[in-house]
């Protein structure tokens, strides 16, 4: 008889198989994403419909994220494939403010990110002119076609529970 341990050890080898391609960056807690999938930044839309506005943070998908393609280099969260030459960026340096992907601007306050970055804090990623803002992935979870997605916005650091700010950059 098999064990419920070892059905649950190969679905987690499994998902963790079949895993998004780097580079990309993903909340470090799984934020009870069904699938065990966790969540990375993602460009809404797919293929041709790609939008650059409103970010969310969606279930890593298995086989074939070109919009889930991000990773930080030299201050900057750069994306590739989909994001090819578009940089992640707060609209705001404001609390509440939503995340766009415009064309890269190394010059552009909005545009520059530090990992660990509030008071050291592994895994924040903050503005590099206002550490004190994270950014943050909401609670409430919506259906994305046979995924799931979460709001992504700049939130202050110290008000928001670690696990909806704690990121990984992989890759």
Known sequence: MISGQFILLVI???TYCLALEPPYIRVRDNLGEPNIL????NLPGEGSSVEFVDLTAHSLKPIGAPDMQ???EN?????????????VAARSMDPGSPVDCPPCDSEDP???WILDGHAGEEGT?????YPKLCLV???DMMEAGPYQKRPLYMEMCQVVQQEYKTWDVVG
Do not use: H, K, S
């Open 12 to 14: 987690f080898n499994l």
């Open 38 to 41: 966790g969540f990375g930044l």
């Open 70 to 72: 991000f990773f930080l």
């Open 75 to 87: 201050g900057l969260i750069i994306g590739y494939a989909d994001a090819e030459g578009r940089c």
């Open 110 to 112: 909005r545009q520059r």
């Open 125 to 129: 990623l903050v503005m590099e002119t």
């Open 137 to 139: 992935v909401g609670q």
